[in-house]
C-alpha cells in the first residue's frame, strides 16, 4: 500500500509538471473608438477600475452625437445600466479580448450582430452615471483590465486630467476615394450632411457610385422601412460629396449600407 501511494504521488507531480497555463492570446490592433480625422483629449480618475479612460473631443467639435466605433471587429453586445455605465455596448474580439463603450446616447447596432473595424456602433452621450457627454472606454482581457493600447501603442502613463494627452484617429479612414457601385430605385435628395434637412440637390435614380457612409438622422417610410445610413457621393444635380440616404438603395434591408456586390460601403 505504501509503495502504491508513492507510485501516485509521484504520477500527481509528473502530471502536475506538464500542466502549464494557457498561452497569451495576443490583442486585436485596436484603433481610437472616434472617428477618423478627429483628434480627442483623454483622462483617467481613481472611480474608473478596469484601468479605463474617458475620451471628450478636442478638435473643435462637438462630443455629443459623434459616432462610437468599434476599435477592433468582433461581437457586439448591448446592455443598460441605470446607475453606472447607461447605455453601453461590450464588443468580444475572440481569444478573451473585449472592449466596452459607455455612456451611449444611442446604439447603432441590433444585439449580437458582428461589426467590423470602424463600424458606427452608437452615438457618444451621458447615459447613466455622467456628467458630461464622454466615451468610457475599456480595453479587457479574461476579464481584466489592461492599459489602452491603440495601434500597438500604450496610452500609458494616463493623465489625471483632459488636455494634457491627446490621441488622434486612423479608424474607419478607408474608402474616401474608392468608388462603390449602388443600384437607387427612386431620385434621392441630397443633402450637405447626414444630419441637415436642407436639401442641396439631387441623385438620380439608377446605377450611381458613393464613397463611404456616415450615421446619421431616420429615414423612414408608411411602411415601415427605414435607415440611419448616409452615402457620400457626387449628386447629378448640385455640388460634389453630398450625402444621400440609403434607404433609396434598391437592395438589402433597414440599416444597411452596402453595394451591388455585397460589399459593406465603408465608413467615411
Same mark, same amino acid.
Given at each position: 500500500?505504501?509503495? %502504491? ?5 509521484? %504520477? ?16 486585436? %490592433? ?27 473631443? /478636442? ?17 457586439? =453586445?448591448? =446592455? ?35 461589426? /467590423? ?9 451621458? *447615459?447613466?452615471? /455622467? ?15 489592461? *492599459? ?47 444630419? /441637415?434637412?436642407?436639401?442641396?440637390? *439631387? %441623385? =438620380? ?37 453630398? =450625402? ?18 455585397? *460589399? ?5
Amino acid at each position: 500500500m505504501r509503495r %502504491l501511494r508513492i507510485t501516485l504521488l509521484g %504520477l500527481a507531480a509528473i502530471l502536475a509538471g506538464l500542466v502549464t497555463a494557457p498561452p497569451a492570446h495576443a490583442a486585436p %490592433l485596436f484603433k481610437a473608438p472616434f472617428p477618423c480625422g478627429q483628434t480627442w483629449t483623454y483622462s483617467h480618475h481613481s472611480a474608473e477600475v478596469r484601468l479605463a479612460l474617458d475620451f471628450v473631443r /478636442s478638435d473643435g467639435g462637438a462630443t455629443a452625437g459623434t459616432p462610437v466605433l468599434a476599435s477592433a471587429a468582433g461581437t457586439a =453586445y448591448r =446592455y443598460y445600466e441605470a446607475g453606472g455605465a447607461g447605455n453601453y455596448i461590450a464588443i468580444d474580439h475572440g481569444g478573451g479580448w473585449k472592449t466596452y463603450y459607455f455612456h451611449l446616447a444611442s446604439y447603432a447596432v441590433a444585439n449580437g450582430s458582428y461589426v /467590423s473595424q470602424g463600424q458606427t456602433i452608437g452615438a457618444t452621450g451621458s *447615459t447613466g452615471n /455622467s456628467t458630461g457627454a464622454h466615451i468610457h472606454y475599456e480595453q479587457l482581457y479574461n476579464g481584466s483590465g489592461q *492599459t489602452i493600447v491603440i495601434n500597438g501603442t500604450s496610452l500609458a502613463p494616463y493623465p489625471g486630467s483632459y488636455n494634457q494627452k491627446y490621441l488622434a484617429s486612423d479608424n474607419g479612414c478607408g474608402g474616401g476615394t474608392a468608388k462603390y457601385w449602388v443600384d437607387t430605385f427612386a431620385n434621392a435628395p441630397g443633402y450637405a450632411s447626414a444630419t /441637415s434637412t436642407a436639401q442641396t440637390g *439631387t %441623385l =438620380y435614380a439608377g446605377t450611381n457610385y458613393v464613397f463611404c457612409k456616415v450615421w446619421g438622422r431616420e429615414i423612414r417610410d408608411a411602411s415601415g422601412n427605414f435607415n440611419h445610413w448616409w452615402l457620400r457621393t457626387d449628386l447629378d444635380v448640385g455640388p460634389a460629396n453630398q =450625402y444621400v440616404s440609403a434607404y433609396y438603395l434598391s437592395r438589402w434591408g433597414n440599416d444597411e449600407a452596402r453595394d451591388n456586390n455585397g *460589399t459593406t460601403i465603408p465608413n467615411c
